[in-house]
């Protein structure tokens, strides 16, 4: 779809004048086979049509709300009459003989909560054109598919099955459905991962994993029965052009070690899914009825995310389920729109009143202060709420307050709602995790914070609990919480107290990260982007796309590229300014965040980066202290994920290495002789199973951390040290400090 908005640049007359001259004049299209639909009461622009334009007026048809009214939903909101443009496509056998190429909408109303339509001070016009229907205009062709860029991928598609001895579908010219769907979801999956979306289990990351199962599926319907779809990356680019999307050319190996990697998780997936199937079919009630209940459905398409659509497509093979599958799809869409419309839910009350506090800021000096209470929520007993399906994590507003006559709220679960201004505890944001810390009411008594979130952007709650050392057993806690809520009122002033040591920790791992981000773009070229990031107290996560294994040589340089900042004495350097000067100045963003007009851009090393979630940064790189970095074995998979650690011992080069559980004792041997040899100067943990085999330099410099486990090398008879030289290796405990920070305690 091609579109244009504009905010009062034209009038009716000249959008519809702009539309009938590129379509007739420009593509010279013969306007006998052309006709136009308006709203029915939009006489003004019948009239164009017919005056304007010369159209008689029985190529002018009028329709209703349904067709040629434009709203956003049901409620409020700006809407308006459109005009349509029709090409007739002569196909008497089509039903869709009439083709929509052209709409243009007047958005020139505002419709109130009581439905009364009033007139907007700027009215607006949002033009769109079909691209690719008016393509397959354009070529004479029936249908979008039959275009010159879909043959090209379908082409190769054929050209794919061909090598792999499979019957070729296209010969009579039209495409099957299970071409066009694999053409159509390649394409698009190519396009998201190209803009750095990754697959997964939630968001826009889970729509891509269902366009690549969609069409490995139609895949399996065309007799494919292993990975394919990479093959048909060259055809891509032949279709679209080389020259045309760089992106695509420049990250052809990152897309398609995604994609690939994708296509072996759908087929271990589908492999455990049909032995589940076949187990369901055996059972002997189904087997009488000969077909599956919605709810057994149901039940499998919850449990096996995807498994359901494999077996409606199996289903009518092995018994008549095609029709009750659909209708477990159909009570899985309705249970999600009952979870995500459950009553009037608080989130909904606190967003329109837009009373939530927003995070008063990093200052230290801030973190122990008297707040005001602003808003509070008191979770009920499910008792008490209207039955339904929990088919998702549980949202916010499964915390509604519901009231039952003649009763009064209780704390039910220890656990309430709140939000306070000033708020110093930072919530969940750029991938740092939130804060933690406790308040303490008018009455003395402490609440833990167990978590800091946003109901929406820009607005900051908390879940508090009461303290459990405070009182003992269930029935007290519940009985103390019920004291306190004559405490824990709108306007009650409560004192603030967030965790100092986990603050700094994240903090440390932040900067961290935004370090570990420039690295692996210096060292691995920007082809690298990043797909999302994991910020603790005590380790980072950071997922990005490259597409193909990372080295040991690459590995080593990116470590010493953080390291040489990270014991350097630089300063970080935060700016504001415009987000096109950021980007132009070099500034690295992330595709999934949405950025402000102005934005923090983050400088170290001259590497810019930009911070849009905010999480607080050091402010200075040496205070990160020596860089503890993991390296995996099976680095190529994809996306990648390096877990690096900001440790207190900066003074010794320490490298935490985890080796498969699947090799065996002597590849530990040779790994740690490698590793001992080829990095001398450094300290090597290698994690193997339940041990840990430290490859110590010459200085020992970890003697006084260690301790070791008499010879019994850690339950691993192969690993005893008297099977290692000792002078090379020795299998030992960290000291607990250094296992937490290890994350192996």
């Known amino acids: 779809m091609l579109g244009n908005f504009s905010f009062g640049a034209y009038n009716k007359a000249q959008a519809v004048r702009y539309a009938w001259r590129f379509l007739t004049e420009e593509l010279q299209l013969p306007k006998d086979r052309l006709r136009v639909t308006v709203f029915e009461s939009d006489q003004e622009t019948f009239e164009i049509w017919r005056d304007q334009e010369g159209l008689p007026e029985d190529r002018i048809m009028r329709c209703g709300l349904e067709d040629n009214f434009w709203s956003m939903g049901d409620g409020e909101g700006p809407c308006g009459p459109c005009t349509e443009i029709f090409w007739d496509t002569q196909d008497d056998t089509n039903p869709e003989r009439w083709l929509e190429i052209w709409n243009l909408v007047f958005m020139q109303n505002f419709r109130t909560t009581e439905g009364v339509l009033e007139a907007l001070p700027i009215p ?6 079909g691209m690719e229907r008016l393509a397959s205009v354009l070529q004479s062709k029936k249908n979008n598919y039959q275009i010159d860029e879909f043959q090209a991928l379908i082409s190769g598609l054929n050209d794919v099955m061909a090598k792999r001895g499979l019957p070729t579908a296209s010969t009579t010219g039209d495409p099957s459905s299970h071409e066009k769907i694999i053409a159509d979801h390649f394409r698009a999956m190519c396009f998201l991962i190209g803009d750095g979306v990754i697959p997964s289990n939630i968001g826009r990351g889970y729509v891509l994993r269902r366009i690549i199962r969609r069409a490995l599926r139609s895949g399996r319907q065309l007799g494919f029965d292993a990975p394919f779809m990479t093959d048909l990356y060259p055809y891509l680019l032949v279709s679209l052009g080389r020259d045309t999307y760089p992106d695509l050319s420049r990250r052809e190996a990152s897309i398609r070690g995604i994609v690939e990697r994708e296509e072996q998780i759908f087929l271990t997936t589908l492999e455990k899914g049909l032995g589940l199937l076949e187990s369901l079919f055996a059972r002997a009630d189904l087997q009488e009825v000969r077909y599956i209940p919605s709810d057994v459905a149901f039940q499998l398409y919850d449990t096996r995310r995807g498994t359901a659509g494999e077996a409606e497509a199996i289903g009518s093979c092995v018994m008549e389920v095609g029709q009750h599958f659909a209708e477990g799809a159909a009570v899985w869409e309705q249970c999600i729109m009952a979870d995500t419309t459950f009553a009037i839910t608080r989130i909904l009350e606190w967003r329109t009143q837009n009373i939530l506090p927003s995070f008063s800021g990093y200052d230290h000096g801030l973190l122990h202060q008297e707040s005001e209470i602003v808003a509070i929520d008191v979770p009920q007993d499910s008792k008490t709420q209207p039955p339904r399906h929990i088919v998702s994590p549980p949202l916010f507003h499964a915390l509604q307050l519901t009231h039952v006559p003649h009763s009064h709220p209780t704390v039910n679960s220890g656990e309430v709602i709140l939000a306070i201004e000033p708020c110093p505890f930072y919530g969940l ?51 103390a919480a019920e004291e306190d809520l004559k405490f824990l009122q709108v306007g009650q002033l409560v004192r603030t107290y967030v965790d100092v040591e986990r603050r700094q920790g994240a903090e440390a791992h932040h900067t961290a990260t935004h370090l570990l981000n420039a690295a692996l773009r210096d060292v691995l070229m920007t082809e690298v982007v990043q797909a999302g990031s994991l910020v603790e107290p005590d380790r980072l996560r950071f997922d990005f796309t490259y597409g193909r294994p990372v080295t040991a040589e690459q590995l080593s340089q990116i470590e010493d590229w953080v390291n040489e900042v990270t014991m350097s004495k630089a300063v970080t350097m935060i ?32 590497t810019f980066e930009l911070d849009q979630k905010l999480g607080k940064l050091l402010d200075q790189i040496k205070d990160l202290q020596r860089q503890l970095s993991f390296a995996h ?38 790994r740690a002789n490698a590793l001992k040899k080829d990095r001398p100067r450094e300290v090597h ?8 085999v ?27 040290q008297a099977r290692l030289s000792e002078t090379l290796a020795s299998v030992a405990q960290v000291h607990p400090e250094v296992a937490r920070a290890c994350g192996v305690a």
Request: negative net charge; contains cysteine; aromatic residues 6%.
């Open 124 to 129: 607006c016009i949002d033009t769109g054109m």
């Open 429 to 479: 944001g750029g991938g740092q995790v939130p804060d933690s810390g406790y308040v303490v009411l008018g009455n003395g008594q402490r609440w833990d914070v167990v978590d800091v979130f946003q109901p929406y952007e820009g607005g900051l709650a908390l879940r508090i609990k009461a303290a459990e050392e405070a009182v003992v057993g269930r029935e007290a806690l519940e009985r």
């Open 685 to 692: 943990v290698l994690v193997w199973r339940s041990s840990l």
């Open 633 to 670: 074995d099976k680095l190529a998979r994809a996306p990648n994920a390096g877990e690096p650690l900001s440790g207190r011992y900066r003074d010794h080069p320490l490298r935490l290495h985890l080796v498969d559980a699947d090799l065996d004792a002597g590849f530990v041997q040779v």
């Open 694 to 720: 430290v490859a110590v330099n010459e200085e020992g410099v970890l003697q006084d951390l260690l301790r070791t486990l008499d010879g019994k090398g850690g339950g691993q008879r192969e690993l005893a």
């Open 575 to 606: 700016k504001h300014m415009p987000l096109k000067d950021a980007i132009d100045s070099g500034a690295v963003a992330v595709f999934s965040e949405k950025y402000a007009d102005v934005v923090r851009v983050v400088e170290a090393k001259s």
